[in-house]
């Protein structure tokens, strides 16, 4: 039986989500910011702010997660709510994919099957009319919007491959070297010295004819 997320005064939700929409984004959706910028005191404030985490709306340490950030967005904002809605009540959508379509008897059912709790339980009440109040925001017109998370695309370059005389020449198979050489200089200003020693560098260092 799962433990879906809830608040004891549901009201608070339209409270938080229009302050988040208004307030600047902060580093961290801490208490102080939940009760004194969202304007959600006391104990409510700390229920918010435990909330908001268990629904997606903030990451395990505090940041606010792109649902966050995207909620902020007005032509994203539906789906933003409608995507941390499948991640907070995902037990409801595997008992029933379309969840949020119910109406408000099955949806009562369904959640008291999910906890175990009696129908007029407050558990189930409470659970009840946290989704209500995220629904009024939330639009899932978009499919799946659960999974419209925003991917880190890595750029890899196709490997492009040596000419086949690199490896190949006359019927042999080539072998490519490649060296490292650290050089300990003398303390002179004499150029004949240099010369003389990279002179014998390549004079030892492998040709392009050598196998």
């Known amino acids: 039986m799962a433990q879906l997320p809830y608040v ?7 409270k938080a989500l229009n302050g988040i929409k ?22 409510s404030g700390d229920q918010m702010t435990s909330y908001l985490k268990k629904i997606g709306f903030v990451n395990p340490d505090g940041t606010p997660s792109d649902a966050y950030k995207k909620f902020r967005n007005p032509s994203l904002s ?7 809605i499948k991640i907070g009540y995902a037990p409801l959508y595997v008992r029933n994919e379309y969840m949020h379509e119910l109406n408000d ?12 709790q009696p129908h007029d339980s407050n558990t189930v009440k409470l659970t009840f009319t946290c989704i ?8 899932f017109k978009k499919k799946d919007v659960a999974l419209d998370l925003p991917q880190r695309e890595t750029d890899v370059q196709p490997l492009t491959p040596p000419p086949a005389s ?28 240099f010369d003389a020693i990279f002179k014998s560098l390549k004079s030892h260092l492998l040709s392009s004819d050598d196998a």
């Open 22 to 43: 208004s307030a600047a984004v902060p580093d961290r959706v801490s208490l102080d910011f939940v009760k004194t910028i969202l304007k959600i005191p006391g104990g």
């Open 8 to 14: 004891t005064s549901p009201g608070n939700i339209d």
């Open 105 to 116: 008897s099955a949806l009562i059912g369904l959640i008291t099957e999910e906890t175990g």
């Open 166 to 193: 690199a490896g190949r020449q006359q019927g042999t198979i080539g072998l490519n070297l490649g060296y490292t050489i650290n050089l300990n200089l003398p303390a002179t200003s004499d150029p004949e010295v």
């Open 132 to 139: 209500k109040h995220l629904k009024f925001f939330a639009d």
């Open 78 to 84: 539906g789906e933003a709510v409608a995507s941390v």
